[in-house]
């Protein structure tokens, strides 16, 4: 898996809050073109990872590449770094610590969905897209208030439209986004995503309450828009058919640290794998 | 140093006074916002009607009748406009709540202005409290040495109440996690009405000492002084009943300094308020006490 | 929905109806200022007319940052005292310094704009283009403030955003009242003599009430236009979830900001207009109290509305300044009625505000907008559905 440079890269990210180690020195690569799940038992920090990932939050230590470039970088610092316990404390330290904001990074070119569906509420299905769109148009407040952008909207507005066409959301255009079906808001949040024309994809258990033949349509979807976008998808799910469906390579986590990664068959028969998920029976 | 003091004994001993009688407004903001999350702009104008109400039972009944009076009819008034323009909004956005704070807030500045008919209501002496002092080369009224004893004895007496009474616990429960004290089967209506008498009868006691020190109440007389208290609840960490204590104590001795360097920088005395409320909330949010929150994404 | 709206025949009709009541109220405006003798009902109705459109731009101006990008501000005051200020003092006719800044001898700016410009294009088109010049001045160091104000304080979250806010509005204030300033400021003092909606006229057309609505018509119209627009879309984003918003790329601190210059520059304008409204104005006048005001006619009309912001504030300042007179005058249709006195109608009016805020919450209109394509539709179907689609402006 390791002859393409790999889009996304994860090096000894730690996340602590207080004394608690939500994320412990995680280390992963997501290769371009591939498809990589994050797996792991209910709390067991893979949000929390995403969130250092995208820049909701700043990680205590560790660094994030994008496409070769330091794009989140931090070391322990002041009360952190007594509380820290994570190894590699100062390995960051002499680099200047970078922790753009999350709009920062989606430019960069990662666009992300969110567990609990965050849609814009008040904005139609047409809206919702075609504000993510927003960060890419050429304009200023001025050429979009006095409308001399009139050439970039009507862009904007026959790209919103294309994509709403390839996700089959066409008929929905003028509903409420928050009206819509569970699945289709699901889909519809992945199309926002995808509007702000990103290289890597992250989702955020995309299947939650799902039922399995949505489920199965949701793969076949995955797979379909990684194709034709062209994307690197990096996703963290719960359902383990989907994953081992879907994926290329599987990292799995429990309480916050890695504790197997490798193909699906191989994830499959993992004993702490299996331990971690179905309980090991000990006291 | 002393040579400072000696030239401002009176600007720093009544900074002590309004510093007290801040606080005794400031606890009802911090124990408001600890368990509401709930800026109550109104409080400041339910001091301000603590004072009119104490104006108008001074003309009717004998002074030991009307303090008592006034701090029970203030109780009641705060737990009316709890129970009126809070309470219906428990589930609304807190901007609604807030608006309805605001609009609590016009409506008692123009009932005010109402029974007043716009005219300052002179505010009664009362006896003892208005007699003079003389400490060191100041002399003073006798409120102003007053206020801070009794401000340190309220407080101590409430930090016991919250500490060790099973109405208390249920207070620190509701502010620490509003959802879990419900659903452990604290009855929240009642913990917030307690609340709200709490914080409206340290405000009538607190008109009781503020406006012995001036001549008059007008309408707009608690807004000023219910948005300093509200800054010194922040300074100190909102929901931090000795950190509301201490920064209202920092707020009114330093505003009195300020009014101490002469009159073309009294003007800056309420400005400073604010100007502390915004190095506060840039440096240090949660205050000198306060706790970090972290939301949940 | 906007591209069907404009395509459809009410759409179309609506559009017509609104140009020719607009051109209707134009007319009236210019009987009122220049023919109609005037009678107690236009003495009513003049200045509340006046006061509405003003009021309609400030109240439309908070709705933008308060309603449409969800940033719970309480400093408009501010920016009104800011704006009413930098119009004024720049257009003080120079004789009159000497009288105005008495305690300080004459003041420190002796020029005025509009004699300036009065000097090379006749005191009528000088006194207009002064003001206009002004107006936008005013605007421009709202909005400059704003920029700077809001550095520390767009960061802050709902409630402290709002405290914060008012505590740099008081600070304002104070700066405006301090004497070191007052060779500018004329201090705790008041400024007068300025340029107001008198002295606007062209030729002999009088354009005393034409003037603030042409202005504040503008200034919604530019409002309404951004709201429209992308970034329109985006202020939403982040009222709606900032969380999303910045996942999708939009910049808190940037649409905060802009959104928050943008509405000050608005107030700024407002508080010119205010200015030639009062004819003097006071620092000491721009309390908390007003910004209170003004959010109250927002909730009225519909946080989130820009018809709902206008509506309210012409309804408001009618009530108040008008039609709910007689509750101070102690008398109902002459019958005396002894708690008809002073005071009287601001408590019916307090009384009111809250039962709206309790029980409509959504104010007038909602966040929804006022058209007449969408009240045609409405009726041909004789449905229940809501009002909807374009701009009232």
């Keep these: ?283 | 140093m002393s040579a400072f003091i000696q030239a401002n004994l009176p600007y720093l001993l009544s900074g002590i006074s309004v510093g007290g009688q801040y606080a005794l407004i400031a606890i009802g903001y911090t124990m408001v916002y600890g368990i509401l999350r709930l800026i109550n702009f109104a409080h400041g104008d339910v001091f301000m009607v603590a004072g009119l109400v104490m104006v108008y039972l001074t003309t009717a009944m004998p002074m030991y009748i009307s303090i008592p009076l006034t701090i029970i009819i203030t109780v009641l008034l705060g737990f009316t406009i709890e129970r009126v323009a809070y309470k219906p909004l428990r589930s609304a956005p807190r901007m609604s709540v807030m608006i309805s704070a605001i609009g609590v807030t016009y409506l008692l500045q123009n009932c005010a202005l109402y029974f007043t008919g716009g005219l300052a209501q002179i505010y009664p002496t009362i006896p003892w409290l208005s007699d003079s002092v003389t400490i060191g080369s100041a002399t003073t009224k006798m409120v102003t040495v007053v206020t801070p004893i009794l401000t340190v004895v309220l407080v101590f007496a409430l930090v016991l109440f919250i500490q060790k009474t099973k109405i208390g616990m249920a207070m620190r429960a509701v502010s620490r996690d509003f959802e879990t004290s419900q659903l452990m089967g604290i009855k929240i209506n009642s913990v917030i009405s307690m609340t709200f008498v709490i914080g409206c009868g340290l405000a009538a006691i607190g008109s009781l000492l503020y406006f012995t020190n001036y001549p008059s109440v007008i309408p707009t007389s608690g807004s000023m002084p219910g948005l300093k208290a509200f800054v010194a609840a922040v300074f100190g960490g909102i929901g931090s009943i000795p950190g509301a204590v201490i920064g209202a104590f920092v707020i009114g001795i330093c505003e009195n300094i300020i009014k101490g360097l002469g009159s073309s920088w009294t003007i800056f005395s309420d400005a400073f308020t604010f100007v502390l409320l915004i190095i506060v909330l840039l440096v240090k949010p949660t205050g000198i006490f306060g706790e970090k929150a972290t939301d949940k994404v | ?393």
């Design chain 3, 1 to 393: 929905m906007e591209k069907t709206l404009q395509k459809s025949p009410e759409s179309k009709a609506g559009k017509l109806i609104a140009v020719v009541l607009i051109a209707a109220l134009y007319i009236f405006l210019y009987l009122l200022d220049n023919v109609l003798p005037p009678n107690s009902f236009t003495l009513m109705l003049i200045p509340v007319l006046k006061k509405g459109a003003i009021y309609s731009l400030i109240c439309v101006s908070m709705n933008l940052l308060n309603g449409f990008t969800g940033l719970f501000s309480l400093g408009q005051a501010g920016f009104l005292l800011v704006g009413a200020y930098a119009y004024s003092i720049f257009t003080i006719p120079a004789d009159q310094h000497d009288a105005v800044y008495q305690y300080f001898e004459g003041g420190a700016i002796r020029f005025s704009v509009p004699e300036a410009l009065g000097r090379v294009l006749g005191e009528n088109a000088g006194n207009i283009l002064g003001a206009i010049l002004c107006i936008i001045f005013a605007g421009l160091v709202a909005a400059a403030f704003a920029a700077l104000i809001g550095i520390p304080v767009l960061r802050l979250k709902s409630d402290y955003l709002a405290i914060a806010t008012l505590g740099f509005a008081e600070i304002i204030r104070a700066i405006f009242q301090w004497n070191g300033l007052g060779p500018v400021t004329n201090g705790s003092n008041m400024l007068r003599k300025y340029t107001d909606f008198s002295d606007i006229q062209i030729g002999s057309v009088k354009l005393a009430t034409a003037f603030p609505f042409l202005i504040s018509m503008i200034c919604i119209a530019i409002i309404v236009l951004l709201i429209h627009s992308s970034y329109g879309r985006a202020f939403k984003a982040v009222r709606d979830d900032e969380v999303a918003a910045e996942a999708m790329g939009i910049s808190l601190f940037k649409h905060k900001m802009l959104s928050f210059v943008i509405s000050s520059f608005f107030a700024g304008v407002g508080g010119a207009l205010l200015a030639m409204y009062q004819t003097t104005i006071q620092a000491n006048a721009f309390k908390s109290a007003m910004t209170y005001e003004i959010l109250l006619i927002v909730v009225i009309g519909g946080i989130g509305s820009v018809s709902g912001s206008c509506i309210a504030s012409f309804l408001y300042i009618a009530c108040n300044e008008w039609w709910l007179r007689f509750l101070d005058s102690g008398s109902f249709f002459g019958i005396s009625v002894p708690f008809f006195r002073d005071g009287f109608r601001k408590v019916v009016f307090s009384v009111l505000i809250m039962v709206i805020v309790l029980f409509f919450s959504r104010g007038i209109m909602g966040d929804k907008e006022l058209s007449f394509a969408g009240l045609m539709r409405k009726h041909k179907k004789k449905a229940t559905g809501g009002v909807e689609g374009g701009g009232q402006a």
């Design chain 1, 1 to 283: 898996m390791s002859e393409k440079k790999p889009v996304l890269h994860v090096e000894n990210i730690t996340m602590q809050f207080g004394g608690v180690m939500a994320v412990n020195d995680l280390s992963l690569d997501v290769p371009e073109g591939q498809i990589i799940a994050l797996i792991g038992p209910n709390g067991a920090g893979k949000t929390t990872a995403f969130n250092c990932i995208t820049g909701v939050y700043e990680p205590t230590n560790g660094l994030v590449e994008f496409c070769g470039l330091p794009m989140v970088r931090n070391h322990p610092r002041g009360k952190m770094k007594k509380l820290y316990q994570g190894k590699d404390a100062d390995k960051y330290a002499h680099d200047p610590a970078i922790a753009p904001t999350p709009d920062r990074i989606t430019e960069l070119g990662i666009a992300r969905t969110f567990q609990n569906i965050r849609l814009w509420k008040s904005m139609t299905v047409f809206d919702n897209v075609l504000t993510a769109k927003h960060m890419r148009a050429d304009q200023n407040v001025f050429s979009a208030t006095f409308r001399t952008n009139a050439k970039e909207e009507k862009r904007m507005r026959a790209e919103t439209e294309a994509l709403l066409v390839e996700q089959n959301l066409l008929q929905y255009r003028d509903e409420l986004a928050v009206s819509l079906p569970y699945g289709l808001q699901r889909r519809l949040e992945i199309a926002r995503a995808l509007a702000t024309s990103p290289k890597l994809l992250l989702l955020d258990e995309p299947a939650a309450g799902m039922n399995p033949q949505e489920t199965a349509e949701l793969a076949a979807f995955i797979q379909q828009i990684r194709k034709e976008y062209d994307l690197t998808v990096f996703l963290i799910e719960h359902h383990m058919d989907l994953v081992m469906q879907i994926s290329d390579y599987i990292y799995v986590i429990d309480f916050g640290s890695e504790i197997a990664r490798g193909v699906p068959q191989e994830i499959q028969n993992d004993q702490r794998v299996i331990d971690a998920y179905l309980g090991v029976s000990e006291e």
